[in-house]
């Protein structure tokens, strides 16, 4: 399987799907591709999935971002930005590399790490992912007990809030920013941006956090 995955050549907004790949494959498929890559993986229970992003996507992935960043700041919530850090549960045969994730209720407790292990840390507070060629499996995220997570999917934002029982539902407002629609607001500014531009567009976003 390495030598094909070595030569396999995924184009942007492809996605290829193997299965029956077990979990000592899918942690040494993690190293041998490393993690300067610009292909993100998913795998579930067997089945493994590589993708490579459309700019389209990265775009607003980072503005997506910004406003999370935005609002911790003005918040005066203190957070650790991960990026698509790989978290794996091998328990649950899940793993992913989110968009981007947020250690934010508990920041203090990774502020040191340089590596975490879900085994004895806590998952990510809040994950985003933003679905253009094919849709995230919230099962993945499920298993990791990510307890917020944001899929942005053509024009709309979607929170998920996970439930006592380990499932998520989909909420009009999230847990982290209660007081804010940011459901609404935020696929509002990121249009916005198209047609103003980013710093334009965090400013007045900025503005509005403050005067809320």
Same mark, same amino acid.
């Given at each position: 399987? @390495? @030598?094909?995955? %070595?030569?396999?050549?995924?184009?942007?907004?492809?996605?290829? $799907?193997?299965?029956?790949?077990?979990?000592?494959?899918?942690?040494?498929?993690?190293?041998?591709?490393?993690?300067?890559?610009?292909?993100?993986?998913?795998?579930?229970?067997? #089945? /493994?999935? &590589?993708?490579?992003?459309?700019?389209?996507?990265?775009?607003?992935? /980072? *503005?997506?971002?910004? #406003?999370?960043?935005?609002?911790? +700041?003005? @918040?005066? /919530?203190?957070?650790?930005?991960?990026?698509?850090?790989?978290?794996?549960?091998?328990?649950?045969?899940?793993? $992913?590399?989110?968009?981007?994730?947020? *250690? $934010?209720?508990? +920041?203090?407790?990774?502020?040191?790490?340089?590596?975490?292990?879900?085994?004895?840390?806590?998952?990510?507070?809040?994950?985003?992912?933003?679905?253009?060629?094919?849709?995230?499996?919230?099962? &993945?995220?499920?298993?990791?007990?990510?307890?917020?997570?944001?899929?942005?999917?053509?024009? %709309?934002?979607? &929170?998920?809030?996970?439930?006592?029982?380990?499932?998520?539902?989909?909420?009009?407002?999230?847990?982290?920013?209660?007081?804010?629609?940011?459901? +609404?607001? &935020?696929?509002?500014?990121?249009?916005?941006?198209?047609?103003?531009?980013?710093?334009?567009?965090?400013?007045?976003?900025?503005?509005?956090?403050?005067?809320?």
């Amino acid at each position: 399987m @390495l @030598l094909e995955l %070595k030569r396999l050549t995924v184009p942007p907004g492809q996605r290829v $799907i193997l299965q029956d790949v077990t979990w000592a494959e899918f942690e040494q498929i993690l190293v041998d591709l490393g993690e300067h890559r610009a292909a993100r993986i998913a795998y579930h229970q067997g #089945f /493994l999935e &590589i993708m490579t992003p459309l700019p389209e996507h990265e775009k607003a992935k /980072l *503005y997506v971002t910004n #406003f999370v960043e935005i609002l911790l +700041e003005e @918040l005066d /919530l203190d957070f650790v930005p991960l990026g698509s850090t790989t978290f794996k549960n091998p328990a649950m045969s899940q793993g $992913i590399e989110p968009d981007n994730c947020f *250690y $934010i209720q508990n +920041e203090a407790a990774v502020r040191q790490k340089d590596r975490l292990d879900l085994a004895i840390d806590p998952p990510p507070d809040l994950a985003l992912e933003v679905d253009v060629t094919s849709p995230t499996n919230r099962e &993945i995220y499920e298993g990791l007990k990510v307890p917020e997570l944001w899929q942005f999917n053509r024009g %709309k934002l979607t &929170i998920y809030l996970l439930q006592d029982n380990g499932k998520y539902v989909e909420s009009t407002h999230s847990a982290i920013f209660p007081n804010l629609p940011v459901a +609404e607001v &935020i696929p509002v500014y990121l249009e916005r941006a198209k047609i103003d531009g980013r710093n334009q567009t965090m400013r007045a976003f900025r503005a509005w956090v403050r005067d809320f």
